[in-house]
T-cell receptor
Framework: GENVEQHPSTLSVQEGDSAVIKCTYSDSASNYFPWYKQELGKRPQLIIDIRSNVGEKKDQRIAVTLNKTAKHFSLHITETQPEDSAVYFCAASIGNDYKLSFGAGTTVTVRA | GAVVSQHPSWVICKSGTSVKIECRSLDFQATTMFWYRQFPKQSLMLMATSNEGSKATYEQGVEKDKFLINHASLTLSTLTVTSAHPEDSSFYIC???????????FGPGTRLLVL
């Protein structure tokens, strides 16, 4: 099955700086890569996603890049704010079964 | 976006009892729903895929007789934890893909504590 690895496990940044989280996947058939933000005790919220036919996608301060050849994708958060502090999960799925394989998560702390 | 609800939000029960958790898609139909378990400070682990009108498919290592799944309609899936034990204490979350797309929306989760 699909194996998704995520790094780093924790990330502390100064408010206003950028944060980058990287994920790799094992199955070249994976074609959908969402990123979720989860605050303590709450549900994961989709923040951005990318499909395999696209190399980069941006939504305001958040961007995701995908390198299919290397089988890795990254989340970039610019101009970080305290409310960006949360756990972020990357995920990958194959085809039309919609099953998501999640990375281990990255705890992001934005220092004011 | 699509809305998924779960009930109850938390439950405390005695060891040996069964607990039923409901997952509903409120504004869309979901022929497929997913059930995850999340232990503290860990990632989401897929337990099973709930299929409307047919049997659920379970991930390796998940006991189908312990975690009963019923997908009774296009908007409702239920997970029953049978004969719950303290090691079953966890955060259970369901998700459903929006109609015709890969985007998945998660329910708010159910926190189960087995004493």
């Amino acid at each position: 099955g699909e194996n998704v690895e995520q790094h780093p496990s924790t990330l502390s940044v100064q408010e206003g700086d950028s944060a980058v989280i990287k994920c790799t996947y094992s199955d070249s058939a994976s074609n959908y890569f969402p990123w979720y933000k989860q605050e303590l005790g709450k549900r994961p919220q989709l923040i951005i996603d990318i499909r395999s036919n696209v190399g980069e996608k941006k939504d305001q301060r958040i961007a995701v890049t995908l390198n299919k050849t290397a089988k890795h994708f990254s989340l970039h958060i610019t101009e970080t704010q305290p409310e960006d502090s949360a756990v972020y999960f990357c995920a990958a799925s194959i085809g039309n079964d919609y099953k998501l394989s999640f990375g281990a998560g990255t705890t992001v702390t934005v220092r004011a | 976006g699509a809305v998924v609800s779960q009930h109850p939000s938390w439950v405390i029960c005695k060891s040996g009892t069964s607990v039923k958790i409901e997952c509903r898609s409120l504004d869309f139909q979901a022929t497929t729903m997913f059930w995850y378990r999340q232990f503290p400070k860990q990632s989401l682990m897929l337990m099973a895929t709930s299929n409307e009108g047919s049997k659920a498919t379970y991930e390796q290592g998940v006991e189908k007789d312990k975690f009963l799944i019923n997908h009774a309609s296009l908007t409702l899936s239920t997970l029953t934890v049978t004969s719950a034990h303290p090691e079953d204490s966890s955060f259970y979350i369901c998700s459903a893909p929006s109609t015709g797309a890969e985007t998945q929306y998660f329910g708010p989760g159910t926190r189960l504590l087995v004493l």
